[in-house]
T-cell receptor, first 113, second 116 residues
Framework: GESVGLHLPTLSVQEGDNSIINCAYS??????FIWYKQESGKGPQFIID?????DKRQGQRVTVLLNKTVKHLSLQIAATQPGDSAVYFC????????????FGTGTRLTIIP | EAQVTQNPRYLITVTGKKLTVTCSQN?????MSWYRQDPGLGLRQIYY???????DKGDVPEGYKVSRKEKRNFPLILESPSPNQTSLYFC???????????????FGPGTRLLVL
C-alpha cells in the first residue's frame, strides 16, 4: 500500500485493547478540532469532531478529549479491530476564519491480531 | 452517494507540460480546498474557495492555479509542473463557513502526481 508519511510516530495495540492517540495543536485561537483516519491509498476520512466549548465528546467506539489549557487533543479508540489500522491525523481550525484546516503530522496505528 | 471525486487518480508527466487535476463534489458544498501531502510535512493547503468565483491562496500556492466557475467543480492547474510538485493531492469540501457539522471537510480519494 501507499505510505502517507515517513517517520511517523507509531503505536501498536493488541486487537481488542483500547488505544489512545495524542496530538498537540498549535493555535490557541483554534476552536474546532477534527480527527481524521487515513487508510493506505485513500483520502482522510472524518471520525469525530469537537468544539472548544466542550472537553469531551463520544462517538461509536471513539472518544475525543480536549484540554485547551495545554493545547492537547486525544483520540481514544475502544476495543480496537484490525480495520482500525491506519494513520490518524488531528486537525484544528478557527471558525469564521479562512476555513483552513491545519493538520498534525499524524500517528500510524497498527492493530496486532 | 455523497462524495468528492478527483481525476486522474494517478498521473506521470514531464517538467513544463501543463496539467489539470479535476475535483467535483455532489453535496452542494460552498467551500472547497486543495491540499498536498508530503512525507514528513503532512497535509498543507494550496488554495481554497469560499464560493463560486471566490478563491484565495493557502500556505503553498506557488506554481498552482485554481478556478471556481461553478459550485461543484474546483480544478487545480499546474501551468508548468516541476519535480518539486511531485506529491499526493487531495481536494476537500464542506457545506459552509458555519459551525458544527456544516464546517466538516470531506476529502476526495487523492491524486498521485509524479513530475519527471
Amino acid at each position: 500500500g501507499e505510505s502517507v508519511g515517513l517517520h511517523l510516530p507509531t503505536l501498536s495495540v493488541q486487537e481488542g485493547d483500547n488505544s489512545i492517540i495524542n496530538c498537540a495543536y498549535s493555535n490557541s485561537a483554534s476552536d474546532y478540532f477534527i480527527w481524521y483516519k487515513q487508510e493506505s491509498g485513500k483520502g482522510p476520512q472524518f471520525i469525530i469532531d469537537i468544539r472548544s466549548n466542550m472537553d469531551k465528546r463520544q462517538g461509536q467506539r471513539v472518544t475525543v478529549l480536549l484540554n485547551k489549557t495545554v493545547k492537547h487533543l486525544s483520540l481514544q479508540i475502544a476495543a480496537t479491530q484490525p480495520g482500525d489500522s491506519a494513520v490518524y491525523f488531528c486537525a484544528e481550525k478557527v471558525t469564521f476564519g479562512n476555513e483552513k484546516l491545519t493538520f498534525g503530522t499524524g500517528t500510524r496505528l497498527t492493530i496486532i491480531p | 452517494e455523497a462524495q468528492v471525486t478527483q481525476n486522474p487518480r494517478y498521473l506521470i508527466t514531464v517538467t513544463g507540460k501543463k496539467l489539470t487535476v479535476t475535483c467535483s463534489q455532489n453535496m452542494n458544498h460552498e467551500y472547497m480546498s486543495w491540499y498536498r501531502q508530503d512525507p514528513g510535512l503532512g497535509l498543507r493547503q494550496i488554495y481554497y474557495s469560499m464560493n463560486v468565483e471566490v478563491t484565495d491562496k493557502g500556505d503553498v500556492p506557488e506554481g498552482y492555479k485554481v478556478s471556481r466557475k461553478e459550485k461543484r467543480n474546483f480544478p487545480l492547474i499546474l501551468e508548468s509542473p516541476s519535480p518539486n510538485q511531485t506529491s499526493l493531492y487531495f481536494c476537500a469540501s464542506s457545506l459552509s463557513r458555519g459551525t458544527g457539522r456544516e464546517e466538516t471537510q470531506y476529502f476526495g480519494p487523492g491524486t498521485r502526481l509524479l513530475v519527471l
